[in-house]
């Protein structure tokens, strides 16, 4: 049944950015969906597929909201940086949908991985317009998913929305930088995105 799967995931969610995946067991999982543990596997065939299945599920849902954010923005440096200040906004917005996001991150490390999609293109379109000049793609998507990763995890520890604001103006102009666009405009582009995601 649905339910029954929705209930699996939910509790999956919340253990995980309560405990972390390592510390989490099925029966935990089940108990907290108020299901028997041989229910948990009419669904998934281990802790690891289960939470595979929420980390791809939470993704996708961010990246819709990363897709509303590009909306009629061109410039690939401008959809990268608004991407990444999305994902790091969801620490704010959403803590258990960053938990789960930061502690799954070796999902995302292969460059061609589900999920890598809009990364990839804003990606390509700026090597293939010249407004990123520096490595190259798979290497760049390594970059850019380790660096949002890790503000992830360290965005969730900051006090309020303020600190997490400066930290995602600072990771974003670093890898626009390492990217090889200008400092100051990496910044610029930077503190637009900060104020389009996160507001004035």
Same mark, same amino acid.
């Given at each position: ?7 699996? &995931?939910? /509790?999956?969610?919340? &253990?995980i950015?309560?405990?972390?995946f390592?510390? =989490?067991?099925i029966?935990e999982?089940?108990?907290a969906?108020?299901?028997?543990k041989g229910?948990f596997?009419n669904y ?6 289960i ?9 996708q849902?961010?990246e819709t909201a990363v /897709? &509303? /954010? +590009?909306t ?5 440096a401008?959809?990268l ?5 999305v ?5 704010v ?6 938990? =789960?996001?930061? +502690?799954?991150?070796?999902q995302?490390?292969?460059?061609e991985?589900i999920?890598?999609e809009?990364?990839?293109t ?6 293939? &317009?010249g407004?990123?000049?520096t490595?190259?793609?798979p ?8 660096v =949002? ?7 969730? +520890?900051l ?5 997490v ?5 600072g990771l974003?102009?670093l ?7 200008k400092?100051?405009?990496? +910044?610029a582009?930077a ?5 389009? =995601?996160?507001g004035?």
């Amino acid at each position: 049944m649905v339910r029954n799967r929705k209930a699996l &995931l939910g /509790a999956a969610e919340t &253990l995980i950015a309560a405990k972390g995946f390592e510390r =989490v067991t099925i029966d935990e999982i089940a108990e907290a969906a108020d299901l028997a543990k041989g229910t948990f596997y009419n669904y998934f065939d281990d802790k690891n597929e289960i939470a595979a299945e929420l980390a791809l599920m939470i993704r996708q849902e961010i990246e819709t909201a990363v /897709a &509303l /954010a +590009q909306t009629g923005i061109d410039d690939p440096a401008r959809r990268l940086t608004l991407g990444m200040t999305v994902f790091l906004h969801t620490a704010v917005t959403a803590p258990n949908h960053a938990a =789960v996001t930061g +502690q799954m991150y070796a999902q995302w490390l292969h460059p061609e991985a589900i999920g890598n999609e809009m990364l990839r293109t804003d990606l390509a379109d700026g090597y293939r &317009l010249g407004r990123f000049s520096t490595a190259d793609l798979p290497a760049a998507v390594v970059m850019t998913i380790g660096v =949002v990763q890790a503000g992830i995890l360290r965005a969730l +520890q900051l006090p309020d929305s303020d600190a997490v604001r400066k930290l995602a103006l600072g990771l974003s102009g670093l890898v626009l930088r390492s990217l090889g666009i200008k400092w100051n405009e990496a +910044q610029a582009i930077a503190t637009e995105a900060i104020t389009g =995601v996160f507001g004035k």
